[in-house]
């Protein structure tokens, strides 16, 4: 086992199973996926530190806790389509890759969906399809989708992605201010969404129609 193998092992005892996820597909994808595969080389070093880390263009991916927190909120069993919105270094959705049947993935930032699309295809994930769009839009191309994972912060649940839930489906994301948020989980009964709060977060801003005006990306 390499160094970087056993801090990612490390990782997931220490930041994940303390904190009480112990679903064990869950705790397989995050031991399975090489989180130092998606951070900037200069921050190699700090890959699986329990934290986000800058990934260039403002944007970050995620604390390792709130990967695996969201995904296990989507209650995914391996048969699913997932939409995930805001792929930023591609991360999140290799995580994704290992929990659902097929993964389609929506970045914005052109340089970031490139990165990702690469690092993804080096890990051999061909469940994931990376698009370059307004992730806030959704990709309706492919919905309905029985899990949505948002990885930026929006003002209110974007419309669209309640259209392309699927019933019974579940939607992950933070909503609230610009500087903290509220994550939330929204189940759709129907043509009625059941909304619940999970914890308290910090996400970088949504971008796009339904995302933050460009004044709050600062």
Known sequence: MTDLEAERQRMVDEQIVRRGLTEPRLLAAMRAVPRH???PAEYLDYAYDDGPLPIGSGQTISQPYIVALMTHLLALRGV????????GSGYQAAVLAHMAAEVHTVEILPELAEQARVSLNRLGLNNVHCHLADGSLGWPKAAPYEGILVAASAPDVPPPLLEQLADGGRLVL????RLSQELVVV???GEKYERRTVLSVAFVPLRGVHGWKAGHFQ
């Open 37 to 39: 595969e998606f951070v």
């Open 174 to 177: 933070p909503v609230g201010g």
């Open 80 to 87: 699913e389509r997932v939409l995930e919105v805001g792929t």
């Open 187 to 189: 189940t759709r009964q």
